[in-house]
């Protein structure tokens, strides 16, 4: 997909920082698998592996999180979540509030409006992503931050590992911290690298490492803490994302206050014309493009 967005210097380094933030904020509560807002990508077999033969294998621990968690007849009950916290980073100076609206067949809405008046929308509705900064005209987002926001958007998040990776290997026992940790090795079907560190103990995801696109457009290394498991409608959730980069910018830290789960208040997640027109455009390129090499 080459579509792309001009967004405002503010928006472009919010977008950026809440991508990769949330990249991992997705709990399990379930719909079927392979939403509509799962990342793009090939139809390669799904393949695991394990780097010694002491080691479990990686579906064994991405099994034993889902139990964790709460297990997939909780997990199946759940059909949205309506999520109410802050956010702490750049390029915000003061604390700013955040909600998020969050479908189980992937469409997904994120409000952060910060004290001083800043405020921004992010979304994603059947593939199709887009910002909207101060209440101005809808910006399409494409390339490598489609595919972070579409990776955040997966309603099951890590529970979707079968349909969200194309490869998984459990890779070394370790500490993070004070913990032990088991760290796994992902790769996306839309192409984007996870190490994922999951507590020996508890079964819980406590962190992940992916490469993100920073504000200036810059590949860097993010490393994500996840933190507070607190249970909501039986199911736990992490309440606490701490987000590192290896570029020294400033860190961002997001507080879950509060969730709410299965909601009937039917928020709307309408696409806007201008945003569908792109998105179908670029698709319309894209397929003549192929057709044209198949036919060279």
């Known amino acids: 997909m080459t579509t792309t967005t001009?967004?405002?210097?503010?928006?472009?380094?919010?977008?950026?920082?809440?991508?990769?933030?949330?990249?991992?904020?997705?709990?399990?509560?379930?719909?079927?698998?392979?939403?509509?807002?799962?990342?793009?990508?090939?139809?390669?077999?799904?393949?695991?592996?394990?780097?010694?033969?002491?080691?479990?294998?990686?579906?064994?621990i991405f099994e034993r999180y889902i139990e964790a968690m709460g297990g997939w007849d909780k997990i199946n009950a759940l059909q949205n979540r309506r999520i109410t916290g802050t956010f702490e980073g750049d390029p915000f100076e003061f604390k700013a509030s955040v909600k998020i609206w969050w479908e189980a067949d992937g469409r997904y809405h994120l409000n952060i409006r910060e004290p001083a008046g800043l405020f921004y929308d992010l979304y994603a509705v059947d593939g199709m992503t887009w910002s909207v900064v101060m209440g101005g005209e809808p910006n399409p987002i494409g390339d490598v931050q489609r595919l972070e926001i579409l990776d955040t958007a997966d309603f099951l998040g890590e529970a979707n590992y079968r349909n969200r990776y194309k490869e998984i290997e459990t890779q070394r026992e370790a500490k993070a911290g004070d913990t032990p940790v088991y760290v796994v090795k992902a790769t996306t079907r839309g192409g984007r690298p996870h190490t994922l560190f999951f507590d020996k103990n508890t079964g819980l995801l406590i962190g992940d490492r992916v490469p993100d696109q920073g504000p200036d457009g810059k590949m860097r290394l993010m490393t994500v803490r996840i933190e507070n498991y607190r249970e909501f409608g039986g199911v736990l959730y992490p309440t606490r994302f701490v987000q590192t980069f290896s570029d020294n910018a400033r860190p961002n830290t997001m507080n879950f206050n509060e969730i709410e789960v299965n909601a009937d208040d039917e928020h709307d997640y309408t696409v806007p014309d201008s945003v569908r027109e792109r998105f179908d455009s670029a698709k319309k390129a894209e397929q003549e493009a192929a057709g044209a090499q198949g036919d060279g």
């Open 6 to 60: 001009t967004l405002p210097a503010a928006g472009r380094l919010l977008g950026a920082a809440l991508a990769g933030l949330l990249m991992v904020a997705s709990p399990i509560p379930a719909a079927a698998q392979g939403s509509a807002a799962s990342a793009p990508g090939d139809d390669a077999p799904f393949q695991s592996s394990r780097a010694a033969e002491t080691l479990p294998m990686p579906e064994e």
